[in-house]
């Protein structure tokens, strides 16, 4: 399905009128295959930023439409949404998008999370007939574990995959990239790659929530049978979160192309080991403030510095979606016609 | 007086090592001229990192060198200690340091703060025999109000420049960067400038801390005497958050002047119009974390990108010192002999 | 219009269940005079738990209902709502509820906004056939200034309250209680108080929130026409955070009367000049968690304590409601039938 | 060893006047056996005002003394120290106190730990010649995991008890409180209660501090020998954190004893199955504040209404020191000579 990305700042989280905006800009609200925002909560356990957003949009999208929203918009990051809407002509940009089914609260963080991630993926590619080579993103929301949801596993006399809230969301994005990585061929067993948390995929992009269930996918790929593809797209990851070279790499292809940024996604994380070059960093020590405000705000100021815009698509806690202490990196962006 | 720069990681605020290092390197606890760090706490009113790095290292010093301790490493940045040691030839560098009287709470953040800055700056130029004209940073490091000031203010029946004790902070910064402004002749008339907040000195890095009473000074400046200075310097200001130019364009200095940077020193502050080229951010409507802190992450993120570098001194509130959302940049390099 | 009061905790700011609970007991949504909500948001500048109890819960209540919802339930205390419905016979309660217009940004914290408020609430009881001396309560929710609204002050040329948006909740909460203490009878120089911060209602209970424009009104009183009163009412303040004295009395009275405790609405404030009983607290000068925060959590625990319910109505930032340091608070009581 | 008890306020955690205050009450500091005090940091991981007094107290106490500094004065709690020392007659109140050999960083929050404060609590008892049946608190400041001590376990391949260091401040308090309890004889098999995390301590309160490597052990107990004792004890638990009764049966004791509170140390934290009497808080989902953070406020702000004291020791973390979500309360007060 050939689409194209819009993206437009919000005034809160509430704020649904970037459709307006959209159907300025020619689209109907019909168009719609996912509306990806970033709100601007804590990005952590209690963001209702998220909730309040899903709550506003989810009835103006169509059924088969998906939101997916990350919390975190800290430093110089810009609430917005990112509309991905279908076009009839093709774009150079194909992207599906679909749900897992609901999982249960013990499952959240565990092989079985990943497996459904995995098999969901899969089964989203075939019935879209997109080559899992062309895909430079898979998005995915999927839930967390709160007090309550902790509560009603020990009813049922189940182990949870950890008893602490925030890890939950590390967990269960860790669980989602693992998915994402064997459905893209980027890993092979599975089982193996959740006994550890050093695997990853370049492709990924997850974040944890609240709100949802069942866990939210949008994959976008370039379209390899579009001869002059106007939208065109690259993937890399962020070696660490200093890593400018990376994401200047990108750019200066941009630039070679003539082209313009549509879009950045990169997820951020603080390195485990608490360095960064080999040197300190105090993200995972500080108790006031979470290591993944710490990241996004870290790398948020460093993307939005080279490429000159605050509007982009920074997300906290990288688990599986880059190499320990970096992220994922995608860039999607259009080239003048010839 | 000629000088050098090293600067060390530290493990805590309370690691004096580094003195060990800088001994390790040739020098001499009496060569110290000034201890400027970056201390791991939140850099606001309750911050005992810097405290305690003043009582760990006021011991070690000289008495008549001054130690500046700025809170504050969030995101990539990492705790650490900047030397300015004496040397005994001409380096290209030369330095001077010295103190205010102690100001009254009640002169805190006031014209009459801003002229005793003003003043000792000028005393301290003068007594160096440094030309204005060649000075690249003042560092300045200021009380604040605290609760307890605030009632020894109302005992004497006097009135504070504010009662917010995290405001304070804004207004002694800005009150030290308009006397520097003055001294270096970058303001004709301080009175007028005090009635606004919208002054500004290219050149000005001030700090405030519930630890001190009196105003602590350091002044870096070219040595334009000297032949073949090894150590450079070069100060501008980011127009914004996200002005990662200004910085390309000093490194590439460096660069072509197959320099190494020794130090950079930044100040950064959120916009209070709430704007980054035009569009929203979420720093001064968070009511979790101070948007000094957001700053810090995001510009520190942008600057250690771009240097590879993550021990540099990114300091927040920047009320005063380079335009309104951006901030003063200094950076000292050492170039090669030929 | 006789009330009873009913309340249900919430599992999340989005959850609606309590209306099911209300017509099991034999409500119907008709019936709803007002909602009054404690949601876990940090009750600051950026809560958008208030935000989502308001979405969800206003397209559910009779348009002419109203909804309060107040964030902040640090520590002990429970997300719940709090039901006022209408009741066919006389409870011994009586309530009216109404709103003022929509202030302009530029009025919030002024003269003006007190203004508004004090005529409004005059009109709501002149409608009802309240007399101001059966009043033990008058709840308000009022707009606050966030960098949007303050931009469009400027942009007309006008002069906000203040620039500060966490200082802006203090302000509209203020000119709120003067308000409402100038329709009461508490204060006879409105002009004059607002010149203050010291002036102050014991029956005031108001708190900001940017979800809203206008200011949402609901009076509780009683009905001393009733003869064999089910609902009692007591309502007084605290002295201090610390004033344990003050509820036990109330509760003795309750305990003398054979009642049971309905509801207890109280407000709670850090003491401005840092001192309690004589002794300094840390919670003006913690640059971590803002002081409604801390005073919440303190007074919530204590009164939690004493009443031996979590499901309490404690709102923090009691400028003008209750004594500087103290709070106002009101109790509402069922006596069982002899 | 016949004690005596002393408090006083701090201005700032590098206030040592409490040393004048207590030469000025007829002490010297060679009789300081132990200052235990309240320090107004966030109490978790990067607690900097807890190094800072360590810093400045322990060159002024003699070296057999130790020093115990809880970080968190949440609320209206007062940052104060408490001093024991010694008086050369009998009181009614006896001391003794010690360290554990310095952990190993691999050991902290496990079995050995445990052992070793078991061991070394035994032969403090043995050597002062106190009853564990005479015991009313046991106090211990213990170790905690830090980035940089988690990579120095892993530098050796050792198995650290956790890789969250906020999550290693509860382990430490748990096996510290468990040594505690086998000391005592509250608990036989010191390996079974350290499978779980349910057994407690009515006696215990440990606290973890970055600034230490070994265990600070403070132990205060009747001394059933005095006759007429001016000082005594009782100690008990809060069932959970709205526990009034708790507080107020031994307030009773007091009153009826017509004595005076020296002191209370408590213990708090937040009930891990996130209900309090049934119903929910959310202390364990607040990613903005910790939940020892939110138990501090909530339970000393009950404490301190119901003594008319904000100087009262109310620690949080309460892992093992009395039952799951109340804690250990210990209260010693004079009573006047007859």
Chains 1, 2, 3, 4 share one sequence.
């Not at 774009?91 to 098999?119: D, F, M, Y």
Request: proline share 4%; net charge negative; with cysteine.
């Amino acid at each position: 399905m050939a689409v194209n990305i819009l993206k437009f700042g919000t005034s809160s989280p509430a704020d649904t009128s970037p459709l307006k905006a959209l159907k300025a800009a020619g689209y109907d609200s019909a168009d719609i295959l996912a509306v990806v925002g970033k709100t601007e909560g804590n990005g952590c356990v209690n963001d209702f930023s998220r909730t309040l957003s899903t709550h506003v949009w989810e009835p103006l999208v169509p059924d088969k439409a998906i939101t997916i929203f990350s919390g975190g918009t800290e430093g110089v990051l810009n609430p917005h949404v990112t509309f991905i809407v279908t076009e009839k002509k093709p774009t150079g940009l194909q992207a599906a998008a679909g749900r897992t089914r609901p999982l249960e609260p013990h499952e959240i963080g565990t092989p079985e999370h990943a497996k459904e991630v995995a098999s969901s993926v899969g089964a989203i590619l075939n019935g879209a007939g997109i080559s899992s080579s062309d895909v430079h993103l898979v998005l995915v929301k999927c839930p967390l574990l709160t007090s309550e949801k902790l509560e009603s596993i020990k009813a049922i006399s189940k182990i949870p995959a950890t008893t602490d809230t925030y890890e939950s969301m590390a967990m269960s994005r860790y669980a989602s990239a693992i998915g994402i990585a064997t459905a893209l061929g980027e890993v092979n067993d599975l089982e193996e790659a959740m006994r550890h948390d050093t695997t990853w995929s370049s492709k990924a992009s997850c974040s944890a929530g609240a709100e949802l269930e069942d866990c939210h996918i949008l994959i976008l790929a370039s379209d390899s049978k579009t001869e002059k593809p106007q939208i065109r797209a690259a993937s890399t990851y962020m070696a660490d979160a200093i890593d400018a070279g990376a994401i200047l790499r990108i750019l200066d292809r941009v630039k070679s192309d003539n082209g313009k940024v549509l879009q950045i996604f990169a997820k951020a994380e603080a390195s485990k080991d608490g360095l960064i070059n080999g040197f300190r960093h105090t993200m995972n020590n500080d108790s006031d403030i979470h290591s993944t405000r710490h990241a996004r705000a870290a790398v948020g100021g460093l993307i939005a510095g080279l490429v000159g815009d605050t509007r982009i698509y920074v997300s906290g806690g990288a688990e599986g979606q880059g190499p320990p202490g970096g992220g994922s990196l995608s860039v999607f962006y259009t080239v003048a016609e010839s």
